[in-house]
């Protein structure tokens, strides 16, 4: 796990947010925020609820505009985003995964086979004809995996996870996750579990108010100084 | 009382004896009606799904005026449409003015709204909660409806229903552009029009009984339908999909 900030070469920088702001109607739900992501990194987006997390991860997908500000993608990388209630369709599991290929093109019957290979990967293949919306809340979470992982993504967006997941179905996800970034992929996932920060992160950001109040490696977020708002959640949450 | 009782007598009368002339409108009323809903399901689902996920200026006045057409009168519904079919209209050539066609043209505008603005509603509902996962696929406006109409089909046929149990029963429209003639254009509505007008007041309501059972079937039928999909859905098997080469394997371990 890479503890430090490795944006010194800029061909590594995936993501560069210069002062991005988004807004929904009055609602400034990331205000000015300024970062760098680079390949290979697990970043973790901390804060409490309405602090921007989830914002910054869809602006990062690409699926809410900056109001102001820009972001740069120096390099072109394939992403894929999994939600934390994820969406299952009327249909088997297979079919499940397999739209995610048809609807980027690849042909219906290759998308089945490729989505099998998918569901191999996470433990769901005997599962492959059940029906998606049968499953448990944890199976449907690998499932979104498999629906993530079989676009072969190099970053990875992952919006609370395993929120609302019991213990185990937690730790299968997490072990998912762990494995993929040990693969090479970037994963950006917003987190409450600071414990699973702690085991998936190499990197912190703490944010609030839609603003980025802290930037720092994970060792750092957790035994270093932080700015007050941060150490102050930091404190609630661990107490 | 006495003409209700005498009403249901005469429908169980007409049901049970066959009667060929009465058969013949309730099956006329049929086709017209399921054609109508047919040609207006086509348009009004691909329509509605767009209409669910597409956002561009003027929307809110597109969807004013659909829902002001879902209250549109069926008679004036049948003048217009009267007016294009007549002669000296601008569809007069097609000779369609008193025939089959007229009235599942009639019965077409008159249910297309109403598909159009329910599979609207459905579909944004469905949009909104999920529309975001399907952008992140890569689905653009298009395969959302798409995907989305898909997978909302069960919740969708009440709203082929609600168009079909419109379309049959409404009266003014089919009467305009029909004509009411025996044998070629009489349906169960005017039928029961002309009846009540002749002061038959105990066929009337007989062939209204028939109206409403015809519409119970099909609501009974949708209901087995949904049951038979949860079940299937609860059993979990989806062996209708799976790929041949599964199913030999599996015929194989028997």
Known sequence: MSSANPLTVAADVLFQLNAVGVQFGRVHALVACTLAIGR???????????????????????????????????VAARQAMLFQRPYMLRTSVQNNVAIGLWLGGMPWRAAREQALAALERVGLAELAERSGKTLSGGQQQRLALARAWALKPQVLLLDEPTASLDPAAKSEVEALMAE??????????????????????????YLEHGHVLADAPVQSFFGGTLPPAAAQFLKGELG | ?????????????????????????????????????????????????WLGVARFAGRGVVLAFLNTALALPSVVVGLVIYLLLSRSGPLGFLGWLFSFQAMVLAQSVLVLPIVTALVRQSIEDADRLHGEQLQSLGAGIGWRGMVLLWDERYALLTVLIAAFGRAISEVGAVMVVGGNIDGFTRVMTTAIALETSKGDLPLALALGVLLLLVVLLLNVLIALIRRWREAREARGAWLTEMPTDVLIAKAGQC
């Open chain 1, 180 to 205: 993929f970034a040990d693969a090479g992929m970037t994963l950006i996932f917003s987190s409450h579990n600071l414990g699973q920060v702690k085991r998936l992160a190499s990197r912190v950001l």
């Open chain 1, 40 to 74: 290979g990194e697990r970043v973790a987006l901390v804060g409490a609820n309405g602090s921007g997390k989830s914002t910054l991860l869809r602006h990062l997908h690409g699926l809410v505009p900056a109001s102001s500000g820009q972001m740069l993608r120096p």
């Open chain 2, 1 to 49: 009382m006495n003409t209700f009782q005498d009403s249901v007598t005469t429908a169980f009368f007409l049901i049970t004896s066959f009667d060929p002339l009465l058969a013949s409108i309730v099956l006329r009323s049929l086709a017209v009606s399921a054609l109508a809903c047919v040609l207006a399901s086509s348009v009004g689902l691909l329509l509605g799904a």
